[in-house]
Every structure is written in C-alpha cells, then in structure tokens.
T-cell receptor, first 117, second 113 residues
Framework: DAGVIQSPRHEVTEMGQEVTLRCKPI?????LFWYRQTMMRGLELLIY????????DSGMPEDRFSAKMPNASFSTLKIQPSEPRDSAVYFC???????????????FGPGTRLTVL | QQQVKQSPQSLIVQKGGISIINCAYE??????FPWYQQFPGKGPALLIA?????SEKKEGRFTISFNKSAKQFSLHIMDSQPGDSATYFC????????????FGPGTRLSVLP
C-alpha cells in the first residue's frame, strides 16, 4: 500500500495567492482528516470527512480556508487568499471507521510544507 | 476542556535510559488515548494506544500507564535508543463516530549515544 499521498510536498507562494493542497487517502478508508502543524500551536485538526461528507469543520480558522472531498480517493484543502500566518505543515490523514465506531489508527501522509511570503 | 497538556517540552536521555513523557486531560468524555511518534520531515505515526479500562499497556520497550482518577497518562520508553529520537505526541478522543483527536503540544526526545 502506498499510504496517504499528499501533493505538493513543498509550496512557496506569495501573500494573496490561492493555494491548493491535495490528498489521496489509503484505499478503503472512509474517513479523512486535515491537520495543520506549527511550532506555536502544535498539531491542530482543521476538518474531517466521513464517507466524503464533512463532519466537523470547527477547526477551520477562517473563511479563507475551504476543503472538499468529491470522492473517496481525493480531497483538497484550499486557502484563498493566502497570508504569511498560514505558513505551516499541513497533514492529511485517513482512517477506517467501522459502523460500530470502533477505533482505528489514523494514518498520516508526509505533509505539505507551505510557505507564504 | 478540550485541551491535552503534555510535559516536558523536550527531553534528553542517555542511551539505555528510561524516557518518560506525561500527559493530562480534563474532558471526561475522552476515552481513547493514542501516542504518536514523528520523525523530522515525516507525518506522525501511531506508536501505542490505550483505553481507560486498563491501567497499563506494554508493547516492546514502550509502555503506557493510565490513571483514570487523576486524568493522567504517560509514555515510558525503556532502554532508550538513539533511533527513538523523535517528537512524541499524546492525544485523546471521545468515543464517537468521528475520532476527533485532540493532540498534546509534543515532546522532542533526544537519546544520546
């Protein structure tokens, strides 16, 4: 299994530009999570999807952030317009949650390091 | 109440020593407590996890100790090795359908050879 795939691995952009981060979860997983990691705030959950439906987006910092999951094998996190304070490492993770709610491991991708100048 | 506190922020241990990282939580709805290990440039990976129906779980050199009444849990790494040098995150989640994890701020462990 290739694991969770994220692209790009590194992104450098200028303030005001639109940024799109991409994630391919592990095949067969039904839940997908977007996290942001910074030195100041640690690892924060931004949004998670279950069966392609957003369940909790309370961690999305502002309306400039949006996430979509058009199908079970692809998700995007978009920032528009980007700001320097958005600079962070963004992780995507996926998991298989059974209908009984039994816990399963979240598998993290390698992350996208975003720098907004 | 959603916060998970973690200490120390950084830890230096000699090879062969015991590394201990502590976490505390407030939300009594939390009932799943995983530990994740992260190497530089990589995503976090599950190391070991515990439910509060047991007070201890051991996997190889890694042990979680759990104190439900104190709402505290800790990770012990026995016979620490330089390859264990990484950042360790504790996390907590309520038993719900979403597995909404709350992560601690992390502990950077350095094991000296």
């Amino acid at each position: 299994d290739a694991g969770v795939i994220q692209s790009p691995r590194h992104e450098v952009t200028e303030m005001g530009q639109e940024v799109t981060l991409r994630c391919k979860p592990i095949s067969g997983h039904n839940s997908l999570f977007w996290y942001r990691q910074t030195m100041m705030r640690g690892l924060e959950l931004l949004i998670y999807f279950n069966n392609n439906v957003p369940i909790d987006d309370s961690g999305m910092p502002e309306d400039r952030f949006s996430a979509k999951m058009p199908n079970a094998s692809f998700s995007t996190l978009k920032i528009q317009p980007s700001e320097p304070r958005d600079s962070a490492v963004y992780f995507c993770a996926s998991s298989l949650i059974s209908t009984s709610g039994h816990y399963n491991e979240q598998f993290f991708g390698p992350g996208t390091r975003l720098t907004v100048l | 109440q959603q916060q998970v506190k973690q200490s120390p922020q950084s830890l230096i241990v000699q090879k062969g020593g015991i590394s201990i990282i502590n976490c505390a939580y407030e939300n009594t709805a939390f009932d799943y407590f995983p530990w994740y290990q992260q190497f530089p440039g990589k995503g976090p990976a599950l190391l070991i996890a515990i439910r509060p129906d047991v007070s201890e779980k051991k996997e190889g050199r890694f042990t979680i100790s759990f104190n439900k009444s104190a709402k505290q849990f800790s990770l012990h790494i026995m016979d620490s090795q330089p390859g264990d040098s990484a950042t360790y995150f504790c996390a907590a989640s309520p038993y719900n359908y979403g597995q909404n994890f709350v992560f601690g701020p992390g502990t950077r462990l350095s094991v000296l050879p």
